[in-house]
């Protein structure tokens, strides 16, 4: 059960393989790696490739991190380079 | 579609306009919104930004057959649907023939953390992706302001903002941004800076209760347009605006004569009548029957096969046909075949513009030939004098276009001159025709006088007739001229009985002149008679006497031829 659903279910939207999107996919599989390892999942979905899945999580701006799970709900804009911010939108608390 | 080359002047450059299909905005647009450019709607909250742009997008689709992708950044599409459903406009079914994308983007700062740089490409598909799939023409975001509040960076904002615009342009769409009506700026966030092809101000003010909805141009590149505050209303139609002067006085003209249907009053027009077409203002102090003369009016166009439209401000239409029943006027039939229309409400029930829209409403479903306003200075209540002058300007305009024979009756308040007061002369010059009835008023009674001030294109009497109203209708009455000019009232009735005891008077004078002759000829005769006998007993003297002498002349002969016998 608990190797099908991750308790981390994260999606990275983009737009092309732009110099913002591989920062913000390096950045996020750091921060996962080093605080929810083994617990997560990314999703990476490409809207040049899908545009029609935009509208279903709001997505407006590019690169997205999108929390799926748990709930709420969580979008963290950017090329997520400020850690801190991400931690805190992801609402993981960083181990000190 | 096909780009429409102006007939008429196919040199001419005509600069490329989407047509919005909103009543009136085309016309002082000068045919729309620039074609594939953004156009900014800004306004305070509450004003129809929203109504307009998406009435925009409906009448792309229903009416140029322009597919249109409209974008909220405010309100969830279900109750965008909700809102313009209500002003029969069907999104889903739109949305289902594939004609229109509504996208909802919702940005909520709660739920959303900046970390690190981005940029908006995520909208510029999404939107791309809308337009693509419909092919869509025209675009609404509505109001992309929103992003300001959901987003902390600024900087970037501004620059995708700008991205965003010149995106649009090389999409080729025609794009209506909303934009929040700020304090020093047109908006908010300063959105004219980027959008500057066409912004338009939208604006909602009450003035003594009466709310007005009003727009504005505040630039058009490369088009002239419209530059005055034009009114508009939104209703169960959605939204339409009014132009003020929209009309340019070369108008049809109709030389065909309509009869007053007051008995008398056809006969002080040389003509006989009212030019149809024309504008009639009936005025004069209360309860100088300006409702009666209307409802003339009305019947004899009734009789005549005109559609009539009567506009009651005063009186409900149970109530006018009553009253007008009481002196004669048989309406009733009229309303029941359908050629007679009476709307009455209270002139402060809307504001002004909504009065005129409800009468270009009905003018458009009905198509009246003879419409009556009854009174209109009744609206003057409802706005300024300036405001109600401009609103007739726009309906005069109307009415003349349409060929529509319009009366206007007008309640103005008592003077002594017969000029009458300044109340009307907000109207005066529009109007071809003016009535004026007033009270005569004089040695304790009051008497009704109808007269002709103007007419134009027509010669009219210069009298001031008397009129009464008995239970057979009007009546105008002969022109009495005493010592002292025109007789009224009693003066009239009391110089009637003068002129009959005269005509008495004279009759007997007569009379006595001639028994006076028939005795002197009898005196005559008799002298004649008796100098007759005179004459004959001294002929019959002389008869007499010649006889005599005769008889002793021949005794005295005879006795001479004796004698000598003797001898």
Request: hydrophobic share 35%; charged share 30%.
């Amino acid at each position: 059960m608990k190797k099908q659903q991750p308790e981390w279910q994260l999606r990275l939207y983009i737009a092309g393989q732009t110099p913002k999107s591989t920062t913000a996919l390096n950045n996020i599989k750091k921060y996962a790696e080093e605080h929810l390892k083994g617990q997560y999942s990314i999703e990476i979905i490409d809207l040049l490739v899908n545009p029609q899945l935009a509208e279903g999580d709001q997505i407006f701006a590019v690169p997205t991190l999108v929390r799926k799970v748990p709930e709420p709900i969580r979008q963290i804009i950017g090329d997520l380079s400020n850690e801190e911010r991400v931690l805190v939108g992801l609402n993981i608390k960083p181990l000190k | 579609m096909r780009n429409k080359i102006s007939p008429q002047n196919p040199e001419k450059f005509i600069f490329p306009k989407t047509p919005t299909g909103i009543e009136g905005l085309d016309e002082i647009t000068e045919g729309g919104f620039p074609k594939g450019r953004p156009t900014l709607i800004c306004g305070s909250a509450g004003c129809g930004k929203t109504l307009l742009s998406m009435q925009f997008i409906i009448k792309g689709i229903t009416e140029f057959n322009e597919p249109g992708v409209f974008m909220s950044f405010e309100e969830p599409s279900n109750d965008l649907a909700l809102n313009v459903k209500s002003l029969g406009f069907d999104l889903e079914k739109l949305k289902s023939e594939k004609k229109l994308v509504v996208d909802h983007v919702r940005v909520e700062r709660s739920e959303i953390e900046e970390a690190g740089e981005y940029d908006l490409d995520g909208l510029f598909i999404r939107l791309g992706h809308a337009i693509d799939t419909i092919k869509a023409k025209r675009v609404v975001l509505d109001t992309v302001e929103s992003l300001f509040s959901g987003l902390e960076n600024q900087a970037i904002l501004r620059a995708e903002l700008r991205r965003l615009f010149n995106w649009l342009k090389e999409k080729g769409v025609t794009a209506l941004i909303t934009g929040e009506r700020g304090e020093a700026t047109l908006t908010r966030q300063g959105l004219e800076e980027y959008v500057s092809d066409c912004v338009i101000i939208l604006d909602h003010r009450v003035i003594e209760q009466v709310s007005t909805r009003r727009m504005r141009i505040v630039k058009y590149r490369g088009s002239t347009h419209g530059t005055n505050e034009y009114p508009f209303l939104i209703d169960e139609n959605g939204i339409s605006v009014l132009p003020i002067t929209s009309l340019k006085l070369n108008n049809e003209v109709s030389s065909d004569v309509v009869s007053t249907g007051v008995p008398g009053l056809d006969a002080m027009f040389e003509k006989g009548g009212f030019y149809r077409g024309s504008n009639i203002l009936i005025s004069g102090t209360a309860g100088t029957a300006k409702t009666t003369i209307a409802s003339y009016f009305a019947l004899e166009q009734c009789r005549k096969k005109e559609r009539v439209v009567y506009f009651a401000f005063e009186e409900s239409p149970q109530q006018l046909l009553r009253n007008m029943k009481s002196i004669g006027i048989e309406l009733e039939k009229y309303v029941k075949n359908g050629s007679l229309q009476i709307h009455s409400s209270r002139p402060s029930l809307n504001g002004l513009e909504l009065h005129l829209l409800t009468l270009q409403k009905i003018i458009r479903e009905f198509k009246p030939t003879t419409i009556i306003i009854d009174p209109i200075s009744n609206l003057i209540t409802v706005g300024s004098e300036f405001e109600v002058r401009s609103m007739l300007v726009r309906l005069i305009d109307m009415l003349k276009v349409n060929n529509i024979t319009a009366l206007f009756t007008s309640l103005n308040k008592q003077n002594d001159t017969l000029r009458p007061d300044m109340a009307e002369e907000s109207v005066s010059s529009l109007v071809d025709t003016w009535v004026t009835v007033r009270d005569m008023e004089g040695i304790g009674e009051r008497n009704r006088g109808i007269f002709i001030i103007k007419s134009r294109g027509m010669g009219h009497s210069n009298q001031v007739r008397e009129f009464v109203i008995t239970s057979s209708g009007i009546k105008l009455l002969e022109v009495e001229v005493g010592p002292n000019g025109i007789l009224t009232g009693m003066a009239r009735h009391s110089n009637l009985i003068d002129k009959e005891v005269n005509q008495l008077k004279k009759e007997n004078e007569l009379g006595r002149k001639d028994r006076e002759i028939a005795r002197k000829r009898k005196v005559l005769e008799a002298n004649i008679a008796a100098l007759r006998s005179e004459f004959e007993s001294v002929e019959e003297e002389l008869s007499i006497l010649k006889s005599t002498e005769h008889l002793e002349s021949r005794i005295k002969s005879e006795k001479k031829t004796s004698k000598p016998a003797k001898k």
